[in-house]
T-cell receptor
């Protein structure tokens, strides 16, 4: 079984500043993948970044990067140079494949507000 | 074409109505998903199709009936719904076998369903 926990229901950041969204997870699988998805208000969910658990190097996509601490089962998302368009609900998710049949397990989400 | 489309965008139905939601993708993905999402909550998995066969049914009530006529199309037939079924219904697809956790899921914009 997989669980994903996001302990920050809401976060806010000033435009151009940096913000970090927290996520912890638990899984009994040895091979799994972690994702951050973004869902802007009334718009569709899109993938922000993906991390393979077997890779030690933290994933980076432009202004988005993760801090993956496998032993601590922690997977935080850092957004640098925040922009107004980053305002959205962010979901952390895990996908273990195997016996979990590739099911995405989502955290409860963090609403990010970006102030001009 | 790198998108998942869903129709209709909005749907209002009475408890005695029969209606259908439609989802389409032309990315050659062989896994397709239906999710239900309440406001400010994560998506909840309902059904998974892999190679046009139903692979996962998350104990969804029989008033929801999925159908996958071909590899590009996914329907969700609705009958005798309850007001608590009002939600955003999301469709997603992914490119690899669902047993692989690596593949990201591509989400459609959703159908906003209101049951009166």
């Amino acid at each position: 079984a997989q669980t994903v926990t996001q302990s920050q229901p809401e976060m806010s950041v000033q435009e151009a500043e940096t913000v970090t969204l927290s996520c912890t997870y638990d899984t009994s699988e040895s091979d799994y993948y972690l994702f951050w998805y973004k869902q802007p208000p009334s718009r569709q969910m899109i993938l922000v970044i993906r991390q393979e658990a077997y890779k030690q190097q933290n994933a980076t996509e432009n202004r988005f990067s993760v801090n993956f601490q496998k032993a601590a089962k922690s997977f935080s998302l850092k957004i640098s140079d925040s922009q107004l368009g980053d305002a959205a609900m962010y979901f952390c998710a895990s996908n273990a494949g195997g016996t979990s049949y590739g099911k995405l397990t989502f955290g409860q989400g963090t609403i990010l507000t970006v102030h001009p | 074409d790198t998108e998942v489309t869903q129709t209709p965008k909005h749907l209002v139905m009475g408890m005695t109505n029969k209606k259908s939601l439609k989802c389409e993708q032309h990315m050659g993905h062989r896994a397709m998903y239906w999710y239900k999402q309440k406001a400010k909550k994560p998506p909840e998995l309902m059904f998974v199709y892999s190679y046009e066969k139903l692979s996962i049914n998350e104990s969804v009530p029989s008033r929801f009936s999925p159908e996958c006529p071909n590899s590009s199309l996914l329907n969700l037939h609705l009958h005798a719904l309850q007001p608590e079924d009002s939600a955003l219904y999301l469709c997603a697809s992914s490119p690899t076998r669902i047993a692989s956790g690596r593949a990201e899921q591509f989400f459609g914009p959703g159908t906003r369903l209101t049951v009166l």
